[in-house]
């Protein structure tokens, strides 16, 4: 017995079915080129990886940033990563697929080679029962950032630098007074990391500007104790070392008692009572 011939209007709604299943399609068609067209736009990378883990498709930004002619179609994703860090891989892969999502840094490593930081977010893309059908990730090149991080600490170091130099001239001056003779006022508190700068600036000093007499002045310094006693009596060796003299002036009552008392063999160190007698006395000893 033969089928009964469609009717017209089961002809018209089957028509319809039709007609509107290709206008889904072709919106969904449309959605996909404006997808594409984002994408391809985007200055981040973006890459498709196949659960076997190998790429299928990238943007063009990511071609730029691998230097793969076709973005590494059909190259394993372990490939794109520097040897060191591929041991991560299997966790990552792990993460992605119980949580869905991950993100961090990688080192990528070019097709030619050369290797730069990078940063991606990565998603596990699925169908519509909730089974994963790939991987998705979008890496930004972070070079350009890592440099400016990398100038900004080096100007920052310089600025330490230039503000440590600046310090030192403040904490420890020398001033050349007269002809071979130059004078450094100390004022507050004397630690064994300014103790070893008085002798740095110390030495530096003679040798710049050729003096043979040294004039130390300490009034400014209200404690000496073992450490201060210490670096005056090392200081006083090097400049004898350096066949000059040191003259130590400012030593108040309080401090004198002081060095009394640690019993401090100041027996090498000229001494006077203020930085005007030491001045008055180095120049009557280069007069004579």
Same mark, same amino acid.
């Given at each position: ?8 209007? @089961? ?9 509107? $299943? #290709? ?35 990238? +943007? &063009? ?81 972070? @070079? ?25 001239? #403040? ?12 004078? *450094?006022?100390?004022?507050? &508190?004397?630690?064994?990391? $300014? &103790?070893?700068?008085?002798?740095? #600036? ?16 300490? @009034?400014? #310094?209200?404690?000496v104790d073992t450490q201060v006693a210490d670096a005056l009596l090392r200081a006083a060796r090097a400049v004898q070392l350096l066949g000059a003299q040191i003259i130590l002036t400012g030593i @108040? ?16 160190? *000229?001494?006077?009572? +203020?930085?005007?007698?030491?001045? $008055? ?6 007069? $004579?």
């Open positions: 017995m033969s089928a009964e011939p469609p009717t017209i209007e @089961s002809l018209q709604r089957h028509i319809a079915a039709l007609q509107a $299943r #290709v206008a889904e399609l072709e919106q969904s068609e449309q959605g996909l080129r404006v997808f594409k067209q984002i994408a391809e736009s985007l200055p981040d990378g973006v890459v498709i990886i196949s659960l076997e883990g190998r790429i299928t498709h990238s +943007n &063009a930004a990511w071609v730029r940033m691998s230097a793969y002619a076709d973005g590494g179609v059909g190259i394993a994703l372990a490939e794109t990563v520097i040897e060191e860090e591929r041991d991560r891989l299997p966790l990552v892969i792990e993460q992605l697929m119980t949580q869905g999502t991950w993100r961090g840094d990688w080192t990528y490593l070019r097709a030619d080679g050369e290797t730069f930081p990078g940063q991606v977010s990565a998603f596990v893309i699925r169908d519509d029962e909730g089974q994963p059908q790939a991987i998705a990730g979008i890496v930004r090149d972070l @070079s350009e950032q890592r440099q400016a991080e990398e100038e900004r600490v080096a100007l920052q170091e310089q600025v330490i630098d230039a503000q440590r130099a600046a310090l030192r001239e #403040v904490s420890t001056p020398l001033i050349p007074l007269a002809d071979d003779v130059v004078v *450094m006022p100390l004022v507050g &508190a004397i630690d064994s990391a $300014r &103790a070893q700068q008085i002798m740095e #600036v110390l030495l530096e000093g003679i040798a710049q500007y050729q003096a043979d007499t040294v004039l130390l002045d300490i @009034s400014g #310094v209200r404690v @108040s009552a309080d401090v004198a008692q002081t060095i009394v008392h640690l019993g401090a063999d100041m027996g090498r160190i *000229m001494t006077r009572a +203020n930085l005007q007698e030491g001045l $008055r006395y180095a120049l009557e000893e280069r007069a $004579r």
